[in-house]
């Protein structure tokens, strides 16, 4: 084993980076032993220097991050800052001063992913990021390198724990979304501010570096179709029951049946329960792959905390190290497929929706005509009539977003629709 360390620049050392350090310092003969080389935490950066950080020696922590990353003898940088910047100049920095990085950061790899990609090769560095998705669960490793000779169709996912505990509290309980939101708050599954969690730009993220890594194709942050949870109701679950289904906050990436383009989209879904992910509770993470030769695989665990996001840093510090030791580098951005990144309207899925209709002979005849003139053909109906009005739910065959869009429009203006009440994707099938 060599003797000389390899040195770690830890930038952020809050509920990630003081899981990082403290697994550093406890395994650390392990990690010498898995990796052929001692590895030394050279220097912790953070923004508040006189907080105390158990297990962290007072003279490795700065609050100049910049520095400690040009020191010029740092073989990786750990970065669980989060956010865009300094997060962004702080890693192209350490390309630049001859480090690899290892990074937590999905909203700047969704953003920027491309971009540091090219920088980590113009530097024969890597740039490894399993704990941007799923915290604990191995997804990115397995995508890029377990299925490398395999054809990804299709990437399913629950990826954000705090919408799948309320959502799950919704399903459990009946209770509405507010109620169930202030629940996973007081818990501390959900943030003072939950708008990044519950209006799906978490997910949002994570969709556009599954998408990108699944189907070797750059899919930036804008290419994903977005829709949050905030108006999914006690109904709509009750909606969901009667058909045999659930609902949850899915990140689909998908190719088009033809394969000549892809898909990514977040929004809420219902799912059948006898569907894998129809049965992940609480907070956990869970995704759905489907691909050529394998066939069906789920990944499911602890998509966050301190200690499973660590878990994943460490995997990849640990990756690194080696790659470092060999003097080569892992897989880069892999996008030579280049395929077309289509919008929601070419998605084709099935569709629940309900309508509130006028309690009178002909409607039903009314509404099915309209479906008929889109193009999208009803698999079920069901009715229920009180005092002159009534509620309709159209379940229907699978059709295009564009389709039921259209359908969706020349249903609001039949006389007889008084409203639309909800309209929800079904999934999973
Ligand atoms: N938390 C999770 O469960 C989880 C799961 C998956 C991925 N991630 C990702 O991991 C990253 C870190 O998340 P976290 O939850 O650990 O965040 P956090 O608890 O807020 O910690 C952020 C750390 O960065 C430090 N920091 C902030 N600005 C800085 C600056 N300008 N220079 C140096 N240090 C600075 C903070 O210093 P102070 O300690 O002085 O405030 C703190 O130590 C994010 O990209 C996040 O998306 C987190």
């Known amino acids: ?18 899981e990082v350090a403290r697994i550093m310092t406890t395994h650390a003969d392990d990690l010498a032993a898995r990796i052929g080389a001692p590895v030394e935490l050279a220097g912790v950066a953070v923004r508040r220097p006189s907080k105390v ?19 010029g003898d740092i073989d990786v940088v750990v970065e ?9 100049t702080l890693i192209t920095t350490a390309f630049e001063y001859g480090a690899s990085v290892v990074s937590a950061n999905k909203a700047l790899l969704a953003q920027d992913g491309a971009a540091l990609h090219a920088a980590a090769e113009d530097h024969d560095a890597d740039l490894y990021y399993e ?23 299709r990437v399913l996912g629950i990826v954000n724990g705090t919408t799948n505990f309320i959502l799950d509290k919704m399903d459990s309980t009946g209770a509405g979304y507010q109620e169930a939101l202030d629940e996973a708050t007081a818990l501390g599954y959900a943030e003072a501010d939950p708008t990044a969690d ?12 599954l998408a990108g890594i699944a189907f070797h194709t750059r ?51 219902m799912i059948p329960l006898t569907h894998p ?3 992940v509770r609480g907070a956990y993470n869970a995704v759905f792959v489907e691909s050529d030769a394998s066939g069906q695989l789920m990944f499911y665990g602890p998509g966050a905390g301190g200690a499973p996001t660590a878990s994943a840093v460490l995997g990849d510090l640990v990756a690194v190290c080696r790659n470092r030791l060999n003097g080569a580098t892992g897989p880069g951005e892999s996008a030579y497929a280049a395929l077309p990144v289509s919008g929601m309207g070419d998605v084709v899925t099935r569709y629940h929706i309900s309508l509130d209709v006028a309690d009178k002979p002909g409607v039903l005849a009314q509404v099915a005509t309209v479906f008929a003139e889109h193009g999208v ?20 065959h699978r059709a295009s977003d564009a389709a039921l869009g259209g359908t969706v429009e020349a249903l609001r203006k039949l006389d007889t629709v008084r409203g639309v009440a909800s309209i929800m994707r079904v999934e999973g099938e």
């Open 131 to 153: 704990a941007a998705v799923a915290g604990a669960i191995p997804l990115i490793r397995p995508l890029r390198e377990s299925l490398a000779g395999d054809k990804v169709n």
């Open 1 to 18: 084993m060599r003797t000389r360390p390899l040195k770690v620049a830890l930038l952020g050392c809050g509920v990630v980076g003081s």
């Open 198 to 209: 519950v209006e799906g730009f978490d997910a949002a993220a994570k969709a556009a570096i």
């Open 53 to 71: 950080r158990e297990g962290i020696p007072a003279e490795l922590v700065t609050t100049d991050a910049t520095a400690l990353v040009k020191r």
């Open 377 to 396: 053909s009803i698999d079920t109906v069901r009715q229920q009539g009180k005092d002159g009005e009534a509620s309709l739910v159209v379940v229907t």
């Open 219 to 269: 899919v930036r942050l804008d290419d994903v179709h977005r829709e949050g949870m905030t108006e999914v109701t006690a109904a709509d679950f009750a909606s969901a029951k009667a058909m045999g289904c659930t609902i949850k906050l899915l990140a689909i990436c998908e190719r088009a049946e033809d394969g000549a383009s892809v898909t990514a989209r977040v929004h809420p879904a």
């Open 80 to 88: 669980v800052i989060g956010g865009i910047e300094p997060a962004r």
């Open 277 to 279: 992910l129809a049965s």
